[in-house]
């Protein structure tokens, strides 16, 4: 499916991706917990689907949103996405808030 990209949609992604930059620096500050099995399942599967990026945001939604999940697990998570993403989830660990 196209991705559009009208002045709202970028402007959508941009205020995700600086509150999930800031959510990824407070969650460094907990400790640290393994990607959950399920959650690296579906990374995988959404890597292994011809790089689904937005399959891979999907993912990183439900884990900002999952209840019961640590906050390190939250941080691995993300961390271990970016990998593919590439957008620095992790820039903002130890800036100040």
């Given at each position: 499916t196209p991705v559009r990209l009208d002045p709202a949609a970028v402007t959508g992604a941009a205020r995700t991706l600086a509150h999930w930059r800031r959510a990824v620096a407070d969650w460094a500050s907990t400790p640290s917990r393994p990607v959950p099995d399920a959650?690296?399942?579906?990374?995988?599967?959404?890597?292994?689907?011809?790089?689904?990026?937005?399959?891979?945001?999907?993912?990183?939604?439900?884990?900002?949103?999952a209840?019961?999940?640590?906050?390190?697990?939250?941080?691995?998570?993300?961390?271990?996405?970016?990998?593919?993403?590439?957008?620095?989830?992790?820039r903002d660990l130890g800036t100040p808030a």
């Open positions: 959650v690296r399942a579906r990374l995988r599967s959404a890597w292994e689907n011809d790089l689904d990026a937005v399959g891979v945001l999907d993912v990183l939604h439900d884990v900002e949103h209840h019961g999940l640590p906050d390190g697990a939250r941080f691995e998570t993300f961390a271990h996405a970016d990998r593919l993403l590439g957008l620095e989830l992790t």
